[in-house]
């Protein structure tokens, strides 16, 4: 299933992080977009945007 590019589908989160691991320098790509969406959405709503994104995430066995 692809990532939607609306707010919260994970799909800007992905590009980003793609996009950071290609410049050098750094190392985790991952936590850099975090920091980026925290400052940019804010703690409560990007943690609100990750928490639905964790619900849609699939669990062991491929289960939600």
Do not use: D, H
């Amino acid at each position: 299933m692809a990532k939607s590019m609306k707010l919260g589908g994970g799909g800007r989160f992905a590009k980003l992080e793609g996009e950071l691991a290609r410049k050098p320098g750094i190392r985790n790509p991952a936590a850099v977009a975090a920091s980026i969406g925290r400052r940019k959405y804010g703690p409560k709503k990007f943690g609100g945007l990750a928490a639905a994104a964790k619900e849609k995430t699939p669990g062991p066995g491929g289960t939600y």
